[in-house]
T-cell receptor
Framework: AQKITQTQPGMFVQEKEAVTLDCTYD???????LFWYKQPSSGEMIFLIY??????QNATEGRYSLNFQKARKSANLVISASQLGDSAMYFC?????????????FGAGTRLAVHP | KAGVTQTPRYLIKTRGQQVTLSCSPI?????VSWYQQTPGQGLQFLFE???????NKGNFPGRFSGRQFSNSRSEMNVSTLELGDSALYLC?????????????FGPGTRLLVL
């Protein structure tokens, strides 16, 4: 069965520093998509970044980059130059393709606190 | 472009009642998915609708149902509410681009069952 593991329940970082949030996944499907979402206390899930299993390069979106190591089945999110507004829950998710269409499987999440 | 909207944002019901939640997708998006988020179980997939047809279903009892209208708006219904149904219900819409679909979520509906 497909599974997403986020081993860090909570992380804190100093403002303007970089932080890495860990995500490992397990799937036997050769084709899959990996996503990161941010959930502030308001509850809305905000899409941050996407990585396809066949993408040769690591995805980047502004201050967000995804460190994709396919052999290790890891897809860590790197946030550079942290800002106070980055404090939120962060979820790693995998799109299940085999008959799954748009079903996303989520990890348990990591709560990030950015300190001034 | 307007984002995904969900109504109502907050809801309080009592056990045994039923509830209907509404989701309006981003304009042009035809796929709508529903997720339940609880502190104990995390985020779990409920079901997905595409062109008014349920395309995929998660592992939830039959009390949870949904539908999609011709304008892609979707509703989710929970009958005979239980205390454990208290959760944040998130709706997401998506559009396939270059072989991949990214789900964009609405603000959610917080349901409290007393």
């Amino acid at each position: 069965a497909q599974k997403i593991t986020q081993t860090q329940p909570g992380m804190f970082v100093q403002e303007k520093e970089a932080v890495t949030l860990d995500c490992t996944y397990d799937t036997s499907d050769p084709s899959y998509g990996l996503f990161w979402y941010k959930q502030p206390s308001s509850g809305e899930m905000i899409f941050l970044i996407y990585q396809g299993s066949y993408d040769q390069q690591n995805a980047t979106e502004g201050r967000y980059s995804l460190n994709f190591q396919k052999a290790r089945k890891s897809a860590n999110l790197v946030i550079s130059a942290s800002q106070l507004g980055d404090s939120a829950m962060y979820f790693c998710a995998m799109r299940e393709r085999t008959g799954g269409y748009n079903k996303l499987i989520f990890g348990a999440g990591t709560r990030l606190a950015v300190h001034p | 472009k307007a984002g995904v909207t969900q109504t109502p944002r907050y809801l309080i019901k009592t056990r045994g009642q039923q509830v209907t939640l509404s989701c309006s997708p981003i304009s042009g998006h035809r796929s709508v998915s529903w997720y339940q988020q609880t502190p104990g179980q995390g985020l779990q997939f409920l079901f997905e609708y595409f062109s008014e047809t349920q395309r995929n279903k998660g592992n939830f009892p039959g009390r949870f149902s949904g539908r999609q209208f011709s304008n892609s708006r979707s509703e989710m219904n929970v009958s005979t509410l239980e205390l454990g149904d208290s959760a944040l219900y998130l709706c997401a819409s998506s559009l396939r681009l270059a072989g991949e679909e990214t789900q964009y979520f609405g603000p959610g509906t917080r349901l409290l069952v007393l």
